[in-house]
């Protein structure tokens, strides 16, 4: 017994040469609601970065996610290939991004943004943070309607048989991760970010996105089956998504440790 998958194409619309994909629009919204987001706290806060300097980081955050993600995939997940066949790099239109290397490239963008204006890269960490899990929630969706990245076999009532897969019944680990990435770690953070206590030490939303993300991924890589190219690491049972997200859980860590031994910025 296994659910029907269900049959959405990835196109939205396809007119000539262009096409416009479920993968592309959840970037594209999710980049669009997390900048509003972001853009309210920081009028709220009165403080830096000001909602003018975010409309000036917005094309640094979207180079640092597409260029660090693609990077990341390339590095991380399907080295070999790329250095054979080098420029299918630039085919972005035929996937192949990943989270922690588009996290790193915003980070990046963060760091260079903060010290070229001058202040505190941790306070735009900040907003960047709580606004993250909307982009996770849209693009763990799109990878479901893409039929990508499915979860491993399973007898639950709600498994599928994904398309691109085999014949056997997979956990729909997309929407797994959706969840958690997307809904509780939005939910976290966001009630996070009203509680001044939380919200005036500056570096603390970060870590707290940076440890969430972290064990959320951790915990997902379990129902999700590994990318075929790698497979299991260290003797098997790990992936190469849980090993990324080890150093994301300790900077988080440090992080928030750091920013309780600091003066609330409200101070």
Known sequence: MALAFPNISPTIVEIGPFALRWYALAYIVGVTLGYRLALGMARRMNGRPTPAELDDFLVWAVVGVLAGGRLGFILFYNLDFYLQHPFDMLKVWNGGMSFHGGMTGVALAVLLFARRRGFNPLSLGDLAAVAAPIGLFLGRLANFVNGE????????????????????????????????????????????????????????????????????????????????????????????????????????????????????AAA
């Open 149 to 264: 990245l499915w979860g491993r076999p399973t007898d639950v009532p709600w498994g599928m048989v994904f398309p691109h897969a085999d014949d056997l019944p997979r956990h729909p680990s997309q929407l797994y991760e959706a969840g958690l990435e997307g809904i509780v770690l939005f939910t976290a953070l966001f009630l996070l970010s009203r509680v001044p206590s939380v919200r005036d030490r500056t570096g603390t939303l970060t870590g707290a996105f940076l440890i969430g993300y972290a064990l959320c991924r951790i915990t997902a890589e379990f129902f999700r089956e590994p990318d075929v190219q790698v497979g299991f690491l260290l003797g098997g049972g790990v992936t190469m998504g849980q090993i990324l997200s080890v150093p994301m859980l300790l900077i988080g860590v440090a992080l928030v440790a750091l920013a309780r031994r600091r003066v609330p």
